[in-house]
């Protein structure tokens, strides 16, 4: 396969001249193409074989130990002026990076195969997606490219078609932590990853092009390119209205796009678009429209059973590449949270018992075709998405955060959304636990300046009068002994259903100074069990915690000068007068 597209042509040809691969393949992203890959990193080693009885056409791979997660301090987003990126993002000045970049490309595929995957994020007749070629040495990023994304001969003739593609080049050099880095050039739409063979660092479709340079594209062509689920909420009478929830990464996106409803409310259901990014579009109505940029999963394995999540649970028994969990003796997957079978092995191929640590990372990861979850959409193909009834926004808060309360306006639930804040996860190298701000939950993500990423949210409202509800929602209260006041997982319906009702206007609410929260009676949890105390306290207001968030949350507006937004002070102002 080659290509008639000059530019993509010339790219390939240069970046072979300056990595000098020993071969170079055109990836089709047929299932040969797969099974052929999978048998030689079978072969090699890099891949094994799971139990084929328990776990057909499921493998494992074990990466290097340093090499399990994003690497924030390493990602580097390169813009003519520094303040295009943002105070947000880490900078690098484009000739420098480019240098630095090139000097680590220099003959790095000696000796490999350079593969060249043109694929495309969104259903590849939709208008709203865009397409990409990343080059790299790694099969293991091949294989799971082609269940992330519509990878191969269909998204190379759109790139031929649109000419135009985001250039992703990728090696995985040595995999020395000292010689990594993610550059990002959105002026010239290109990434340069080098020295992590991580999805995050690796999958150049995922973060970097669906994140990172699309937000930068997005508010240059007028929509938004998020880090959201998209899901699809079916009452008992068949009207389904449609969700986009930001969360952090590991905060339970997976879990929620794929909920199973409780017995209680057995005749809803939830349909999956998506359960990490969303691409956001106003149509000629102004209704707003999203689709799921990508294919498949690329999820988090611990805490992954038949109770939290029934249908991801289910849909890893086949087809599925997992990295870094455990193994038992029989060769099945094993992992924290996984109700039974004993492990073995360790995610370092490490006899268990050594260490005391866990059998699978705490970070290891599934990748799957997002059409083995059962809960699939039928919509998910639908090249004009799906319309938005309402935004969520959430983080993981040990107290302060209610269950859920409602934006009193679009700007008021910008100035919410940029309000986020959570403890950090394993997904990303560095401390866990630690509350940080994560506007939107795009701190990592965002691929330029969040004060005018806040000015384009906010341009939003001159542009509809039909904009989604925006809500937040808190899953993580803690109390003082650390147990969850919230049970969480499915019982997470009830809260979708009284969002939902507040969409149709079906159901009134209290207002207060933070926005509408929902009457002591409004959300249907009498099967429960709550503790009418700790029912309370989920639903409660503390002005003086409040006071003090929005104090520390106004230093870090300030921190954004000149840039911010006047509208955004003006929700903030409003907001800490009103806890007053
Ligand atoms: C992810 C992440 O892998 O957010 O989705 O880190
Ligand atoms: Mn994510």
């Given at each position: 396969m080659t290509t008639s597209n000059q530019a993509l042509k010339q790219w390939v040809s240069d970046v072979a001249a300056l990595t000098r691969p020993q071969s170079i393949v055109w990836c089709d992203g047929s299932d040969q193409e797969y099974d052929d890959l999978i048998k030689q990193m079978v072969s090699d080693g890099t891949l094994k074989p799971l139990n084929d009885e328990t776990h057909p056409d499921c493998y494992l791979h074990l990466s290097d130990?340093?090499?399990?997660?994003?690497v924030e301090h390493l990602t580097f987003i390169c813009t003519v002026n520094q303040q295009d990126a943002g105070d947000n993002n880490h900078w690098m000045a484009v000739n420098e990076a480019k240098q630095k970049m090139n000097a680590l490309y220099?003959?790095?595929?000696?000796?490999r195969t350079m593969y060249v995957i043109p694929y495309c994020m969104?259903?590849?007749?939709?208008?709203y997606s865009r397409c990409g070629v990343e080059i790299t040495d790694s099969p293991y990023v091949v294989i799971n490219m082609n269940l992330m994304t519509r990878m191969g001969a269909d998204a190379l003739a759109r790139i031929e078609r649109d000419d135009t593609f985001v250039r992703g080049l990728h090696s995985t050099g040595e995999l020395d932590p000292e010689r990594r880095y993610i550059m990002h050039f959105p002026e010239e739409l290109s990434i340069m990853s080098f020295g992590s063979g991580y999805g995050g660092n690796?999958?150049?479709?995922?973060?970097?092009?669906?994140l990172r340079i699309a937000s930068w594209q997005a508010r240059q062509e007028g929509w938004l390119a998020e880090h959201m689920l998209i899901l699809g909420l079916e009452s008992p009478t068949g009207e389904t209205h449609y969700i986009a929830a930001a969360f952090p990464s590991a905060c339970g996106k997976t879990n929620l796009a794929m909920l199973i409803p409780p017995e209680k409310f057995k005749d809803w259901k939830i349909w999956t678009l998506g359960d990490d990014i969303a691409w956001l579009h106003l149509d000629a109505e102004g209704q707003m429209r999203a689709i799921n940029?990508?294919?498949g999963y690329f999820g988090v394995v611990p805490g992954t059973n038949e109770k939290t999540n029934r249908n991801a649970y289910d849909m890893i028994q086949r087809n599925t590449i997992f990295t870094n969990v455990g193994q038992t003796e029989d060769q099945q997957p094993w992992w924290e949270g996984k109700k039974d079978g004993t492990p073995v092995m360790d995610w370092k191929g490490q006899p268990m018992a050594?260490?005391?640590?866990?059998?699978?990372?705490?970070?290891s990861r599934f990748t799957v075709?997002?059409?083995?979850?059962?809960?699939?959409?039928?919509?998910?193909?639908?090249?004009q998405g799906v319309p938005i009834s309402a935004i969520v926004f959430g983080g993981r808060r040990?107290?302060?955060?209610?269950?859920v309360y409602q934006a009193k306006s679009w700007e008021h639930g910008v100035l919410i959304g940029a309000g986020v804040a959570s403890e950090t996860t394993a997904a990303a190298t560095g401390e866990v636990g630690v509350v940080r701000r994560d506007p939107m939950a795009m701190k990592?993500?965002?691929?330029?300046n969040f004060a005018d990423y806040w000015s384009h949210w906010l341009s939003f409202s001159g542009r509809s009068d039909k904009l989604p509800k925006i809500f937040h929602v808190n899953w993580f209260r803690q109390d003082q002994d650390g147990n969850f006041l919230w049970p969480g997982f499915g019982e997470n319906l009830r809260v979708l259903q009284w969002i939902t009702q507040r969409c149709d206007n079906k159901v009134s609410a209290r207002e207060t100074a933070i926005g509408y929260l929902p009457n002591?009676?409004?959300?249907?949890?009498?099967?429960?069990?709550?503790?009418p105390q700790v029912w309370q306290s989920l639903l409660s207001v503390d002005r003086e915690q409040w006071r003090q968030e929005l104090d520390e949350f106004g230093q870090y507006l300030d921190s954004?000068?000149?840039?911010?937004?006047g509208e955004l002070r003006h929700q903030h102002q409003q907001v800490r007068a009103a806890l007053d």
């Open positions: 130990p340093q090499d399990v997660a994003r220099d003959g790095c595929m000696e000796g969104g259903p590849v007749d939709s208008p690796a999958l150049l479709g995922k973060k970097c092009h669906a940029p990508e294919a050594g260490d005391g640590g866990p059998a699978a990372h705490p970070n075709s997002a059409t083995q979850n059962k809960a699939y959409s039928s919509l998910a193909e639908a090249p040990r107290e302060l955060a209610p269950l990592p993500f965002c691929g330029y002591d009676d409004d959300l249907d949890i009498d099967d429960l069990q709550i503790d954004f000068g000149d840039r911010l937004p």
